[in-house]
């Protein structure tokens, strides 16, 4: 059983380039936008567990492929459209010389981004505030904790902190 408010992400670095999936499927409140691997809880899973099903269902990518795979930080988005969700997120590291499985995603397409032009993607605008604490000048401060609030695709108050 799927558990819709609850869901995982992973941002998986290769040297300097970060996997991400556009959301290509229609009626998918990410339509469009570029986000790291994840997806909403199974019945009884942990967040671990879900985001490695993720990965491995999203990417063909197995855990035995990471290095420095890390819970990162928990995530409250609200939306005057979308019902609430606690986002759990995830980093790891995969070799310089990885390649993608060439399984197809029905999600979306995956792609390497440079981690220089991530804030240049269509990206939801905490996106950025969550990318300063992951790969930016806040990437060594420890587990962090934000809350997203949005009017539509504008987010209209936001809240950090780092443990």
């Known amino acids: 059983m799927r558990i819709e408010n609850l869901t995982t992400l992973i941002y998986i670095t290769r040297s300097n380039d970060c996997l991400f999936i556009r959301k290509t499927r229609k009626g998918d409140m990410n339509l469009d936008k570029y986000l790291g691997i994840g997806g909403h809880f199974e019945s009884d899973e942990t967040a671990e567990e879900c985001v490695l099903r993720e990965l491995s ?36 590291s995969v070799a310089p010389d990885f390649e993608l499985p060439e399984k197809a995603c029905d999600e979306g397409e995956l792609c390497w981004v440079p981690l220089d032009r991530i804030s240049q993607l269509p990206i939801w605008e905490g996106d950025k505030i969550m990318f300063d604490y992951l790969f930016g000048s806040h990437k ?24």
């Open 57 to 92: 269902e999203e990417a063909s990518i197995a855990e035995s492929s990471l290095t420095a795979f890390s819970y990162r930080g928990l995530i409250t988005f609200i939306s005057s459209e979308y019902p609430t969700e606690y986002m759990h997120v995830f980093s790891a």
């Open 140 to 163: 060594d401060s420890g587990f962090f904790t934000m809350k997203f609030r949005y009017e539509g695709d504008k987010l209209a108050e936001h809240w950090e902190k780092s443990w």
